[in-house]
């Protein structure tokens, strides 16, 4: 079936400094993907940061920044300066719209702690 | 914060007993997910609704566990013979529409954490 690994657990960068978190999918639905990065801030619910639909484009939000990459299957996430009001968790996702299968699939997420 | 409420947002049963979680999802969705969260992260679809009417499930739904999502009412999460596996968070997530995953428009609980002793 479909899956999402990221490969980092946790995450601790100092603030100003750069981020990168890891994603890579695999799709094996037939049908195009869609990549998301959510994310969960302490004490509320998974929210969508930021989507990419088309391969080869670029998503940001919030000075995150996300390239869908179709021949490396990955969709890294990626921030040049980090603040302490980041710290939160990450999940990478994709989605395949195929048939009546239109649900999202999610990685095991990045815990991110920005140090002072 | 989050527009899904949830309840409650802990609960403990014992091996065999009922467990059974709610879902308020944000005013106006039509369309509700079921996901259960394992103590590795890995999060794993259970069943979504059109209002009343199931969607897709997967086959663990169909044997210990139910859903249901009626009108006028919370949806609910019911796991009739709880299991030590069955420990999880079980997120309970909202949309507008179906296409999810096009839109990536879904808005999440903060999830009922149950552990079975």
């Known amino acids: 079936g479909d899956s999402v690994t990221q490969t980092e657990g946790q995450v601790t960068v100092s603030e100003s400094k750069s981020l990168i978190i890891n994603c890579t999918y695999s799709a094996t639905s037939i049908g195009y993907p869609n990549l998301f990065w959510y994310v969960r801030y302490p004490g509320e619910g998974l929210q969508l940061l930021l989507k990419?639909?088309?391969?080869?484009q670029k998503g940001s939000s919030r000075g995150f920044e996300a390239t869908y990459n179709k021949e490396a299957t990955s969709f890294h996430l990626q921030k040049a300066s980090v603040q302490e009001s980041d710290s939160a968790v990450y999940y990478c996702?994709?989605?395949?719209?195929?048939?009546?299968?239109?649900?999202?699939?999610f990685g095991q997420g990045t815990v991110l702690s920005v140090i002072p | 914060n989050s527009k899904v409420i949830q309840t409650p947002r802990y609960l403990v049963k014992g091996q065999g007993q009922k467990a059974k979680m709610r879902c308020i999802p944000e005013?106006?969705?039509?369309?509700v997910f079921w996901y259960q969260q394992n103590k590795n992260n890995e999060f794993k679809f259970l069943i979504n609704f059109q209002n009343q009417e199931v969607l897709q499930q997967i086959d663990m739904t169909e044997k210990r566990f139910s859903a249901e999502c009626p009108s006028n009412s919370p949806c609910s999460l019911e796991i009739q013979s709880s299991e030590a596996g069955d420990s999880a968070l079980y997120l309970c997530a909202s949309s507008l529409s179906r296409g999810v995953a096009n839109t990536g428009q879904l808005y999440f609980g903060e999830g009922s954490k149950l552990t079975v002793l």
């Open positions: 005013k106006g969705h039509p369309v």
């Open positions: 996702a994709l989605g395949m719209a195929t048939g009546g299968n239109n649900k999202l699939t």
């Open positions: 990419v639909i088309t391969a080869g």
